[in-house]
């Protein structure tokens, strides 16, 4: 295989980010009266954009609150900028790829600005940042990965995702793309790489010092990366 371009996902890829977000969820949907746990919002909506979750929150229980979008954001910046981390390794990653970048996100544009802003990594994509706003149907639909890759000019068999969340992982093989598994985020499971493998991706690795090996024996290409740090 020869690849181009490499795809990543945000959250719990570039940042971990999904534990912040879940206690977001949780306080905010309390106060509207639903009691939701923290592995009940993991397994059903990690990896699906935030009004895919609104959607299936208000077929389930009833309408949320009109600004029910404001109180999370309201809830989720201040521990993002308490207790935000990127995932360890990411910066040398991207020091060393010379390929295309990109990323592919289910998060709302604002949301990425302000969380990879924080991390110092918003300015090694911009303005290669693309949401699922942008599409008609989010993860695990193939569409955001097609409308990044057509936007970075890469045909999808020469695109590589790089995903910690099965409807990603779906999504990147529905595109016709190579997809590598992240399961080293501090959300993940002990069963997540395998979850991952049996939707098709190929490898998962645990840890981001694992992502350039991966990508220089699997494409036979080192050329696309500038150093092996790892």
Not at 64 to 79: E, I, N, T
Not at 80 to 106: T, W
Request: glycine share 6%; proline share 6%; hydrophobic share 45%.
């Amino acid at each position: 295989m020869r690849w181009d371009l490499v795809i990543f996902d945000c959250d719990g890829v570039l940042i971990d980010s999904e534990l912040l977000s879940i206690r977001a969820d949780r306080e905010c949907l309390a106060e509207c009266g639903i009691e939701l746990s923290a592995d009940e919002i993991l397994e059903r909506y990690t990896g699906i954009s935030f009004a895919g979750m609104m959607a299936d929150i208000e077929a389930r229980y009833g309408p949320l609150p009109a600004d029910f979008a404001d109180r999370h954001s309201r809830r989720l910046w201040p521990l993002f900028e308490r207790e935000l981390q990127a995932i360890p390794g990411i910066v040398e990653v991207l020091d060393s790829l010379i390929c295309k970048i990109c990323v592919a996100s289910s998060g709302r544009p604002e949301r990425l600005k302000h969380a990879l802003s924080l991390m110092g990594l918003y300015d090694r994509f911009h303005p290669h940042i693309f949401s699922a706003v942008e599409v008609a149907r989010g993860k695990p639909a193939p569409d955001l990965f097609l409308h990044a890759a057509a936007r970075m000019g890469t045909a999808p068999e020469r695109c590589v995702v790089v995903e910690d969340s099965v409807p990603g992982v779906i999504a990147g093989v529905a595109a016709g793309m190579s997809v590598i598994g992240f399961a080293g985020a501090s959300h993940c499971r002990p069963d997540e790489a395998a979850r991952l493998a049996a939707h098709g991706a190929a490898p998962v690795i645990d840890n981001m010092t694992k992502l350039l090996p991966a990508l220089a024996r699997w494409s036979r290409q080192p050329d696309r990366i500038r150093t092996l740090r790892c």
